[in-house]
């Protein structure tokens, strides 16, 4: 698709870490950065890839396709040279996209510029998406009176029953349902590794990987109406 003029811009975060406790490889899963990168770019947006260390960030391998297609190919290339989130231009943003993987986990929720930036977005009303585990991203912001931002929210993210299912509850620092649950959200899941998509006002999220496509269009949805 061939776009002619830039109609705005979208902050995609990713995370930079790419070791569990146990000393298991993790990172970011690359389908849920690829996927939302080719549906904003395709619609006509540019793009910031931006972590909050900057660099190159860490993909699961396990999410790392043995032959990957052209889209992959070019997001495994962006993913070299993410921009440092204390980096982020000042100008006006249309909307920020947090792409999960398990590495998100053990970042998002205490990165202060994460913080601030989910905290902004929900200050200013500015769409933010997040799929997967990047709703990890929303556990360590507050409101301005130092209420959890997901509290009140409806939302979805990957849910205790898939952790189960590929065998990374004990390895997690938290089960991102139950800690959504504890900090008062409303938490809707689906069958495992079904596509599933809460909107909630400006706050879009997706519960797995192949939420992906459809969490991105959902952004898009937001950002234009």
């Known amino acids: 698709m061939m776009i ?17 406790d146990n000393g298991k490889p993790t990172g970011l899963w690359l389908e849920e950065f690829a996927v939302p990168y080719e549906v904003f770019t395709d619609a006509g947006y540019d793009v910031i ?9 860490p993909i699961d391998p396990r999410s790392l396709p043995e032959n990957p297609t052209e889209s992959e190919q070019r997001a495994i290339d962006l993913l070299k040279n993410t921009l440092p989130l204390s980096e982020l231009p000042p100008e006006k943003i249309d909307a920020v996209f947090f792409a999960g993987g398990h590495g998100t986990m053990f970042d998002f929720p ?30 360590g912001a507050r409101d301005a009176n130092g209420t959890p931002v997901a509290s009140g929210r ?21 089960l991102l349902e139950t800690k959504l649950k504890d900090q008062g959200a409303t938490f809707t ?37």
């Not at 890839?49 to 960030?57: E, I, M, Y």
């Not at 849910?159 to 997690?172: D, G, P």
């Open 154 to 174: 409806n939302l979805t993210g990957f849910t205790n029953s898939e952790e189960a299912a590929v065998q990374l509850t004990e390895e997690m620092p938290f």
């Open 49 to 57: 890839v931006a972590s909050p260390q900057g660099g190159s960030a």
């Open 4 to 20: 002619n003029e830039i109609l705005g811009v979208i902050v995609l975060i990713v995370t930079s870490h790419g070791e569990m």
């Open 110 to 139: 205490k990165d202060v510029e994460v913080q601030q930036i989910v905290e902004k977005a929900f200050q200013e009303k500015t769409p933010i998406g997040l799929v997967c585990h990047g709703p990890a991203a929303l556990v």
């Open 189 to 225: 899941g689906s069958a495992n590794f079904q596509p599933h998509v809460v909107v909630d006002g400006h706050l879009v999220t997706g519960q797995n990987p192949p939420s992906s496509k459809p969490t991105a269009e959902a952004l898009l949805e937001v950002i234009r109406n």
